[in-house]
């Protein structure tokens, strides 16, 4: 039975798909300048819009979730502030999605591991996407090569310029930094024990071997013509795209989906400022401001949704309960000195 | 799979803070404690009391969770929020009812404790129980605490409308199975030190 929920996931996943299908259909002049070589990325791409909209719509609609996402969005919208808040959206795109400052914190090489895996692959996949979905298109005029967006020529370039050995390169160079992040990720992964006793095989190691087949079969493409004589070049194109298929296939399903999530980090920052020049919440034990108001009587309506009415306790801060269990046991011991 | 338990029992904490030091050379969570060591009331008792995550059977940290970040093990331990989904919204710190998240701004995460999951998930014994010199954090089981305490294990706690069950126990007099914990408890006069010394 399809719930509703359900019902509107698939909508928003359809919907996504079909804009995406609508996206390669138009943008390519009616599949004119498709290029049918990569129609198998181009394909694998619909159904990654399906599922990572499938997906993200039945995690918004989760109580807390959608509580979030509709107090974010009213606040981000409100219009006294938005001129800010966009500013303010600048700010933290830089730090938390560019830059990436808060892994940094967590441990430097991790950070360096994370940022080689997240621009090798948006590099990737900025270059991928445009060409097979047919968008962009490259072409000879006279002695320079031509750059064509939709159909429209953007600029010509010297093939033999630094500016085209990057452009050449752009998947070998994205690659060999995916690859220099998955070794980085690789050792934590093999030699830190704390890791070594919560990672499983499908969560956290799949998509490093997935990571590193797609880069490692792309530079075997390169590697083929250059130093092989192109020997096999059909069947490492063909491996290629079968590794790019599965990574599309499974970002929505696995780790790789926090791609996705991750802007909802965002989010949460107005919604704590949001809270912190407003009404705060006393502990009813000790008096203190512990929470905000908006965030205490949000939560409270959450956890009444779920089920946990926890009454007045949760009217209390966090220490105020950590005391509770020790207080309660020694109201029940009465004078004994201790539990025995 | 191990057939060994935790039990804590605050009455016999003396506030030596070897929990609090020991936990920071967990691996799963290294060089940062995760235990709380809570002074219950410094003017009227010397009893404090150790905080360890009491792994709810059903998470309220977890249900609350937006980024769903906060995930239990088959063997009943509820873990850290995974690193790549939390959103540092701080929801699980505000709804455990035992007051047990930390939520670290610097890092923008929420970690907990997670029974030292790298020594519990082979046998051996979380950090904290390790050096506890006065047994009020104990990990062993069923049959070891039944000979060595008079006290009893509950591991059904009711705050508000709602029971919990976890998979940590919490010792307590003999006849007690469930402890209903009532936010305008007491502080308890006659702590540990004055009644002994009757």
């Known amino acids: 039975m399809t719930t509703r929920s359900q019902a509107v996931s698939l909508s928003v996943g ?8 609508a996206g390669i259909y138009f943008g390519s002049g009616r599949l004119s300048r498709f290029d049918t070589p990569l129609s198998a990325y181009a394909a694998a ?7 990572m909209a499938y997906r993200y719509a039945m995690w918004v609609q989760r109580p807390p979730t959608w509580r979030y996402f509709k107090s974010t969005w009213k606040l981000f919208l409100r219009p006294k502030s938005l001129v800010f808040n966009l500013l303010k959206l600048a700010v933290l795109l830089w730090n938390n999605i560019v830059i990436q400052k808060f892994i940094e914190k967590r441990s430097p090489t991790r950070w360096m591991a994370h940022m080689c895996l997240a621009w090798g692959c948006i590099v990737a996949f900025l270059i991928t996407i445009p060409l097979s979905w047919g968008w962009v298109q490259f072409g000879m005029d006279g002695d320079s090569y031509a750059v064509e967006v939709m159909g429209q020529r953007q600029f010509l370039f010297p093939p033999h310029s630094p500016f085209g050995f990057l452009i050449f390169n752009g998947l070998n160079i994205s690659a060999v930094v995916v690859l220099a992040g998955v070794g980085l990720a690789m050792h934590r992964r093999l030699f830190e024990r704390g890791a070594l006793s919560v990672q ?6 799949v998509p490093l071997f997935l990571l590193f087949s797609v880069a490692v079969s792309g530079l075997m493409l390169t590697a083929c013509y250059r130093l092989m004589g192109g020997q096999s070049f059909t069947f490492l194109s063909l491996l290629h795209a079968f590794t790019v298929v599965v990574l599309l296939l499974y970002m929505p399903f696995g780790k790789l989906f926090h791609v996705i999530q991750r802007p909802a980090q965002l989010g949460v920052a107005y919604y704590k400022e949001a809270g912190a020049v407003g009404a705060q919440t006393l502990c009813a034990r000790s008096g203190e401001p512990y929470q905000s108001k908006l965030h205490h009587d949000d939560l409270r309506d959450v956890m009444m949704e779920l089920g946990f009415d926890f009454g007045d306790h949760q009217n209390l801060s966090p220490q105020e309960k950590r005391k509770l269990v020790a207080l309660n046991q020694a109201m029940a011991l009465g004078e004994q000195p201790y539990a025995g | 799979m191990s057939d060994k338990h935790f039990y804590i029992d605050p009455s016999r904490c003396i506030g030596c803070n070897a929990c609090v030091a020991a936990c920071a050379e967990c691996d799963t969570h290294a060089g940062v404690s995760m235990i709380h060591l809570e002074t219950i009331d410094r003017g009227e008792t010397v009893q404090t009391t150790p905080v360890i995550c009491m792994h709810c059977d059903e998470p309220a940290c977890a ?4 980024a769903d970040a906060i995930k239990r093990t088959a063997d009943g331990v509820v873990q850290s929020s995974l690193k790549p989904r939390c959103i540092g919204c701080t929801n699980c710190v505000f709804a455990c009812p ?7 701004a610097g890092i923008d995460q929420m970690m907990k404790c997670d029974m030292c999951y790298d020594r519990m998930s082979i046998g051996l014994k979380p950090m904290c129980a390790t050096v506890c010199p006065s047994g009020a954090l104990f990990f062993g089981t069923p049959e070891e605490i039944a000979q060595q305490r008079n006290a009893v294990p509950v591991n059904e706690f009711v705050f508000g409308k709602r029971t919990i069950k976890t998979k940590v126990s919490l010792m307590m007099p ?3 199975t469930s402890l209903q914990v009532k936010p305008d408890a007491v502080i308890r006069k006659a702590d540990l030190l004055e009644t002994s010394r009757r």
Request: glycine share 6%; net charge neutral.
């Open chain 2, 98 to 104: 035992f007051g047990v998240p930390k939520y670290d």
């Open chain 1, 200 to 205: 499983t095989l499908a969560a956290d190691l």
């Open chain 1, 45 to 51: 791409t619909v159904f990654a819009a399906f599922a």
């Open chain 1, 14 to 21: 359809s919907l996504a798909a079909i804009l995406v299908f």
């Open chain 2, 63 to 66: 249900a609350v969770c937006p």
């Open chain 2, 174 to 176: 003999r006849g007690s």
